[in-house]
């Protein structure tokens, strides 16, 4: 088992940052930020392996940079020059033994879920 809990979210007007953070019980080999806005599929937007490798989609590659702290269990997404259209629940998740695929359906793990509002 592995607990996740988000910290960090809020609302900031369109162009500004926010800084999410993901306490772990634990980290698995890939870890990763997702988010869902209403009316649509869960999206993964940061992942990062245990050797630190990290990917993106293409939407938010660039603005959005995951990191973590592996003394303080602590998984990271900066985002900045936010836009309105990231306005969604964000998610941490824990998954599988490889790292690469955006599937949420690969990550058994999951914290609550916090909501971050962008307004233009």
């Known amino acids: 088992q592995v607990q996740l809990v988000e910290s960090g979210g809020g609302s900031v007007q369109a162009g500004g940052s926010l800084r999410l953070s993901c306490t772990a019980s634990?980290?698995?080999?890939?870890m990763g930020w997702f988010r869902q806005a209403p009316g649509k599929e869960r999206e993964g937007v940061a992942l990062?392996?245990?050797?630190?490798?990290?990917d993106y989609p293409d939407s938010v590659k660039g603005r959005f940079t995951i990191s973590k702290d592996n003394d303080r269990s602590t998984l990271y997404l900066q985002m900045d020059s936010l836009r309105p259209e990231d306005t969604a629940v964000y998610y941490c998740?824990?998954?599988?033994?490889?790292?690469?695929?955006?599937?949420?359906?690969?990550?058994?793990?999951w914290g609550r879920g916090i909501q971050v509002t962008v307004s233009s």
């Open positions: 998740a824990a998954g599988p033994w490889y790292c690469g695929r955006f599937l949420p359906g690969d990550f058994a793990y």
């Open positions: 634990r980290f698995t080999f890939c």
């Open positions: 990062i392996d245990s050797a630190g490798i990290t």
